[in-house]
DNA sequence: CAATTTTATTAATTGAATGTTAAATGCGAT
DNA sequence: ATCGCATTTAACATTCAATTAATAAAATTG
């Protein structure tokens, strides 16, 4: 099996933290993407299906703790370790952060060796729990090279496809309504007398085989195993 | 739901730590295990074999990067939790916690709150991984599956009744009446010739088992555990 | 205890949601 | 522009949840 990156998405407004991560973290195998805005950020990570999110709780046009809330309740995000790294200190902040959901809260300034451990340890927990056999279920997407594996074998799908397995996987056995799929796939409202999404779910059941995307009649679809 | 209780050992040779420990974390729902010799404390870890240690870097007879170490070189105890909880604020002595394996680095003095929060934190991740839902027994709904568990059973319902048992479960006990009824799950209103709800309340019945709706006769059902 | 009302049960029917295939359209690369 | 593929639309088929219908059973009432 090879080993996927680990996707690592940083939040702060600051350029220079932006450089301080970059080079404290450089040793780890991590595939970094670095985001000024946090709407952004949190948008941009629907998709990215980060493992660790990393950011300042203080920003001009959201708060870290709703960004953090919001990941929390995304099932496909709800995985993804989140530190904070800021300098407010209070305590009041600290433990708001964590109430959000956070996973550590780092202070400002940090040491990069410091931060580098602190990170390490975190991915550490994460690994642990993804190398968890029963957790691996054959099919898995590798985001990078645009594929689907099952098994050995490896899957090419069109960027619809695509995206709309990547959903439906990044949540095994939770069901997605229409609706969601609509919005998280191709944005926007969905009209009611659309086939699209069924010509979709056909298309990947005939790839991926026929037993994987369930459909819960009258809400959505979900995958298994 | 019966819920496993947290393990915890505190290692540390000073008593108001112990103290403070307690309580910081008494609304958790833990067993914990207080001593004062690291040595003792490790061999006693053997057996309990416990979710987290909390300890001093600091010892006399015996460093806790050692025990750390012993710890994460057990096979039984590997996936066991490590918090450092610690005066020793130097980079290097940080540095070496992490790398022996702890999750954490708590620094002393801390606020009880913050100290709970972050332990939370790590529970979180923790349980996230070991908490199984077999243990479960009696009757839930998961909305997000689309499935109501009954002990370790999955079970699989239509539309219209599993927003039924939703809302009959949502006030267990409550006798819901059939207007109620129909105007929550049907919407509008209900014309009285209509056996649409008894018949599924009897598939409901037959899926979930016979003795958990109870008919209230002319008024309504109501739902027991 | 009959008469009446309410609920239970089973089977048949209906209908909306989804499946399926093919054709039309869009769209990027050359 | 044109080719090749991705995506959407359209038309028709199928499925299965939801409802209705019909009959039986149980509870309530006087």
Redesign the pocket.
Known sequence: MTRQKIKIVLIDEDLRIHEFVRQSLRSLNSEMHFFTSPKEGLERSRHLSPNLVIMDILNSEMDGVEVCAEFRSSASLKDTLIAFFTTRNEDYSQIAGFNAGADDYILKPCRPLIFYSRIRALLRRFKLRTENPERFHGIAIDRERYIVRKGSEEI???????ELMSLLIGAPRKVFT?KEIYSEV?GGEMD????????????L?EKIGENHIK???????RFER
Request: no cysteine; hydrophobic share 35%.
């Open positions: 090419l799908l069109p960027r619809k496809e695509f229409r191709w009611l007398s659309n086939r699209t999404i069924d010509v979709h779910i056909r298309k059941r459909t819960v009649k009258g809400i959505g679809y």
